[in-house]
């Protein structure tokens, strides 16, 4: 289980003078196997929460622990050695390699390139034309946005974070996206959290917690909360 405890987060703005709170008391569990999608307006501090639970940044005040251990200071090395992966760490970070060889690294072991293939279609493409391609400035976001979320499914991690995924990738349907996570989710039984504004990722997830101003306003049931996301409501007026 991944448990933020009253998670504060504060910047000071240059500009302004002034210290911003962007997290102001957030507490959160994600259980074992879980699949929650994290939600709300723009500027809430979604994007924060997910960054804390990577260790890209470190909270003000407050404790991350995970599977029972506190890993508040671990930064993201040691986060990702227990078990904590997200999809936009990769590539950029390993250029020069070829796609096949990031795949065999994320997996850990040899793989064959049957094995690599799939994973590559899993994302949308065309195995034969990426496998041996290196990543570089040549590859478009959206390509190398697939390519990430290829290299998290074959990490096979106990904890998955996904910023946004959908973000940038206009042509591969979202019914493959879903179904990515779903498998994802089935295979691994590792918790996954997606930080999304889409219905469609909402309506795969066990919970949804929504955050607004720092602070999670909700967190529940997809059954309950989802109900509430639809337009024409209070929630909705929001986000
Ligand atoms: N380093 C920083 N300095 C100043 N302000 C920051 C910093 N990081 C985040 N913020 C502000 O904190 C707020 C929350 O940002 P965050 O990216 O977490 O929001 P979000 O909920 O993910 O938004 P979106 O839905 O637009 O992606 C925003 O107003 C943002 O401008």
Known sequence: MLELRDIYYEVHDDDE?????ILRGVNLKIEDGEFMVITGPNGGGKSTIAKIIMGIIKPTSGQIFFQGEDIT????TGRAR?????????P????????????????GQEIDVNTACVYLSQVGLCAADYIEREINDSLSGGELKRIEIALLI?????????D?????IDLWSFKNLV?????????????IVIISHQERIMEIADRIAVIADGKVKEVGAKADILPELIPGNQVCDRI
Do not use: M
Not at 17 to 21: T, Y
Not at 82 to 90: D, E, H, L, N, S
């Open 82 to 90: 227990k078990g904590i992966g997200f999809a936009f760490q990769a």
């Open 92 to 107: 950029v970070r390993f250029k020069g390699l070829k796609v096949y060889d990031l795949l065999k690294l994320a997996a």
């Open 164 to 168: 946004e995924p959908e973000a940038g």
């Open 17 to 21: 003078a002034r210290d911003v709170n």
């Open 154 to 162: 074959a990490r096979k991690t106990a904890l998955s974070v996904f």
């Open 179 to 191: 179904e990515v996570f779903e498998k994802q989710q089935r295979e691994v039984n590792g918790s």
């Open 73 to 76: 200071n671990l930064d993201i």
